[in-house]
């Protein structure tokens, strides 16, 4: 079954750090782009940050440059997403998700053509 698993969710206050992981199976992992969406209430979904896992080429959302950084263990077939100096606009469902053809800026910009998508795991910063 192809699928992404997300985890590592959870509630922080302004200023702390969260890690999410996000567990691929099902399919080839090396030919994919993985990245992270994050959902506010009532808003469109926003593209935060995706890895080529083959080569490891990374792309951030301005508003996480700086703050977020994402890798890649090929050996665990596993994403994550180390979130820092968090704020209370970074509340949000975050969704993992990968796709075989798209990468970089086309990856985070067209998130309806994007192939497989985690159920998605909820982060809270409280001021």
């Known amino acids: 079954e192809v699928q992404l698993v997300e985890s590592g969710g959870g509630s922080v206050q302004g200023g702390g750090s969260l890690r999410l992981s996000c567990a691929a199976s099902?399919?080839?992992?090396?030919?994919?782009?993985i990245g992270w969406f994050r959902q506010f209430p009532g808003k469109e979904r926003e593209g935060v940050s995706c890895?080529?896992?083959?080569?490891?080429?990374?792309n951030y959302a301005a508003s996480v440059k700086g703050r977020f950084t994402i890798s890649r263990d090929r050996s665990k077939n596993t994403v994550y997403l180390q979130m820092n100096s968090l704020r209370p606009e970074d509340t949000a469902v975050y969704y993992c998700?990968?796709?075989?053809?798209?990468?970089?800026?086309?990856?985070?910009?067209?998130?309806?053509?994007?192939?497989?998508w985690g159920q998605g795991t909820a982060v809270t910063v409280s001021s």
């Open positions: 998700v990968g796709d075989r053809d798209l990468y970089g800026s086309s990856f985070l910009n067209m998130p309806t053509n994007l192939e497989i």
């Open positions: 099902g399919f080839t992992f090396d030919d994919y782009t």
């Open positions: 890895i080529s896992i083959a080569d490891g080429i990374t």
